[in-house]
């Protein structure tokens, strides 16, 4: 079973690795961009980041939010926090919020993010339905969810691939997040865009 435990290792050695923001960058830039332009952001958004890992979605919410907005970002892994404080540090920003938690066990309040973004977070978390519940809770009515993340490839035989992509301990992915998430949420209008043969695929969900 895949457990906290495994995110806490899995995720203080991606921390100190220097090829990890790299190659999770270069391989992501693109469907990072959609991501982020799929939540109609605005300038004053409250906007919740879930599973932020080093921060790598600041920087492009800051520039549309501005100063007068702010980001709440949750994530587990205290290393991974330890590097998006250092990104926060750099960049001066003032309107950034770290919470070091449990995305599934988490307290926040109801009805009350502009926007809220997860970027190969749900994958990760151990119990992403507690978390889905959570982060829909958060949302105002008629605002955006976009998830971002990965899952098996269409065609079997190239799964055998994942382990080299994504160490099996850095997600479960034996998890049908899409199923998931349109089981939780039957009378919600959700999109759906696949792409890197079916590996990856963006999620946008309307409250
Ligand atoms: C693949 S990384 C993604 C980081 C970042 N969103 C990105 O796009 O690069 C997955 C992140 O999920 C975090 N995570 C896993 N389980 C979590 C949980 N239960 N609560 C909060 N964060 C969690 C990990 O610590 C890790 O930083």
Redesign the pocket.
């Known amino acids: 079973m895949y457990t906290?435990r495994d995110?806490?290792i899995?995720?203080s050695y991606?921390?100190k690795s220097p090829f990890y923001?790299l190659f999770?960058?270069i391989l992501?830039s693109k469907l990072?961009k959609k991501a982020i332009k799929k939540l109609d952001l605005k300038s004053n958004y409250d906007v919740l980041?879930?599973?932020?890992?080093?921060?790598?979605?600041f920087r492009p919410i800051e520039k549309i939010i501005g100063k007068n907005g702010d980001i709440t970002a949750?994530?587990?892994?205290k290393d991974?926090?330890e590097k998006a404080k250092r990104l926060i540090r750099r960049n001066q920003y003032k309107n950034i919020k770290l919470i070091q938690?449990?995305?599934?066990?988490?307290s926040l309040p109801k009805n009350h993010f502009d926007a809220v973004i997860?970027?190969?977070?749900f994958?990760?978390?151990?119990?992403?339905k507690a978390?889905l519940r959570i982060a829909i809770n958060s949302l105002k009515p008629g605002k955006k969810l976009v998830i971002?993340d990965g899952r098996q490839f269409d065609l079997k035989p190239l799964n055998i691939f994942l382990p080299i992509l994504?160490w099996n301990r850095?997600?479960d992915r034996g998890k049908d997040l899409i199923k998931d998430i349109k089981q939780l949420f039957p009378k919600k209008e959700i999109y759906l865009e696949h792409y890197s043969l079916g590996s990856n695929f963006i999620l946008e969900l309307k409250k």
């Open positions: 906290l995110v806490e899995a995720y991606y921390a923001s999770s960058n992501l990072r980041d879930i599973a932020c890992g080093t921060g790598i979605n949750i994530d587990y892994s991974m926090l938690a449990d995305a599934a066990k988490i997860s970027t190969l977070g994958s990760s978390i151990p119990n992403h978390a971002l994504r850095s997600w």
